[in-house]
């Protein structure tokens, strides 16, 4: 199963070009108050701008994520909008996942993965999810129910 919000990836890259476009034509009718025939424009919606970005992406984090179940190697990408540059993969043998989780506690909604690394250590890593739509946390949650009756001890099969 793969489960992605790439979908959304053009929207979020156009984001950063329409606020640019506000905080030039802030400076702009900043910079020259006769511009609109007197009217004084004080410049505060460049620092509002700027603000509500910061804000953005710390409540969301990553706000692109994916993850594919489909093969032995489960991987988990999070990164920005713009660029896979910033972000975080994480590519775990389906036999070294121990746990999958939802946490929806706190501000945002997140998918905590813990995993056995190559030295043996149980290890957890979050990605944010509080952008992915109903439909798609649906789909996950049924994803993370389907691991843990894989990983159940009643589906275990017992040789002698």
Do not use: C
Request: proline share 3%.
């Amino acid at each position: 199963m793969v489960i992605t919000n790439l979908q959304i990836r053009k929207s979020l890259q156009w984001a950063p070009v329409a606020l640019a476009v506000l905080v030039l034509a802030d400076l702009i009718l900043y910079l020259s108050p006769s511009f609109l025939g007197g009217l004084k424009i004080n410049g505060y919606v460049t620092s509002f701008i700027l603000l509500s970005l910061i804000a953005f992406y710390a409540y969301v984090g990553y706000p692109m994520f994916s993850m594919n179940l489909k093969k032995d190697k489960i991987i988990f990408r999070s990164h920005l909008a713009l660029s896979t540059l910033f972000g975080k993969t994480l590519v775990v043998p389906r036999v070294n996942l121990s746990n999958l989780e939802i946490d929806q506690t706190g501000f945002r909604d997140k998918l905590k993965v813990t995993y056995l690394n190559r030295s043996g250590k149980e290890v957890s890593q979050k990605f944010s999810i509080t952008i992915l739509s109903e439909r798609k946390k649906a789909m996950l949650r049924k994803a993370v129910e389907e691991f843990r009756r894989e990983k159940s001890p009643q589906s275990l099969h017992l040789f002698i």
